[in-house]
């Protein structure tokens, strides 16, 4: 996805994943400014903890502590997080929503349920509701969007109540856990039979033939759906433009990654 675009972009840049042992991050930090690359992105599982090596931290990525866009200039390393923003405009693809009156269940609470919990309080929804197998987790997010966004309620519940989310009007529910990525859609918490056309409904992670089973499930019951693929495409993008000032490609990028 993103050798196409700088190809396409005419621009003598190459994008190569780089694999780094956790007790290598700091190390990893310091070979970007010594080898002058433009920037990086950072994945599993080292989003947050990259933060702590940062010159400075952008406020995309101040609120969550966790960075997945790196930009060096003249050896500043300034941490981004391009995750919600991606998220945001992969949803406004498929949908487009009253965010204030856009109750929202978000399953999970790691890098991506952060990323896209704050992008969706900065978009003004009114309620969210953090499902997570682990509750202090789920109390962390929880403490992290009521401290940066005070007019969101923001609640939690066990893995367990998602059926009450569901029947209690929420209409955007986003998985942001691997649950469900393969056959086990019964691990995921959302009773499936009860999603109706005025749902939304967003599977955060991407697999080879291009839909979840959540999101085929979903789909089949008349829920608007996304699946992880264009969050993967957008937050590119904008990582992307932080790198380069210019705009890429979208759809030169998206034929790159699409089954
Ligand atoms: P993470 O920080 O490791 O968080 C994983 C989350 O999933 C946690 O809430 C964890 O709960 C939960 N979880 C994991 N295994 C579980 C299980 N067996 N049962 C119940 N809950 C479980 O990972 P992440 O970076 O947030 O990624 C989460 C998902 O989002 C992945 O599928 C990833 O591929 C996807 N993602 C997609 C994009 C994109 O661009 N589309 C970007 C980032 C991530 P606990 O707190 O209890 O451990």
Redesign the pocket.
């Known amino acids: 996805m993103h050798n196409a675009a700088y190809a396409a972009m005419g621009l003598d840049l190459c994008y190569v994943p780089l694999p780094v042992r956790p007790d290598d991050l700091e190390a990893a930090a310091g070979g970007l400014r010594a080898l002058n690359f433009v920037g990086a992105n950072v994945t599993?599982p080292h989003k947050v903890r990259i933060a702590g090596f940062m010159d400075r931290l952008h406020d995309s990525a101040a609120v969550t502590g966790a960075v997945n866009t790196i930009v060096n200039e003249n050896g500043i390393l300034t941490g981004y997080n391009t995750?919600g923003p991606?998220f945001i405009r992969a949803l406004e693809e498929v949908t487009s929503l009253d965010y204030p009156q856009t109750e929202t269940v978000i399953i999970?609470?790691?890098?991506?349920?952060r990323a896209v919990a704050s992008a969706l309080a900065g978009h003004g929804v009114p309620r969210i509701t953090i499902i997570?197998?682990?509750r202090e987790?789920a109390l962390d997010l929880q403490d992290i969007i009521s401290g940066h966004f005070s007019d969101v309620t923001v609640e939690t519940a066990p893995?367990e109540g998602g059926l009450d989310a569901v029947s209690s009007g929420a209409a955007l529910i986003i998985n942001?856990?691997?649950?469900g990525?393969m056959d086990d859609l019964k691990?995921v918490p959302l009773p499936v039979d009860r999603l109706t056309k005025d749902h939304v409904v967003c599977d955060?992670?991407?697999v080879e033939s291009g839909e979840t089973p959540l999101q085929e499930a979903a789909r089949k019951k008349g829920a608007t759906t996304l699946g992880?693929l264009g969050?993967?495409l957008h937050?590119g993008a904008e990582a992307i433009h932080l790198w380069t000032g210019e705009d890429p490609p979208i759809d030169i990028m998206r034929r790159a990654i699409e089954p």
Do not use: E, F, K, W
């Open positions: 599993i995750d991606g999970g609470a790691g890098g991506a349920a997570n197998r682990t987790r893995l942001a856990t691997p649950l990525m691990a955060l992670a991407y992880g969050m993967l937050q």
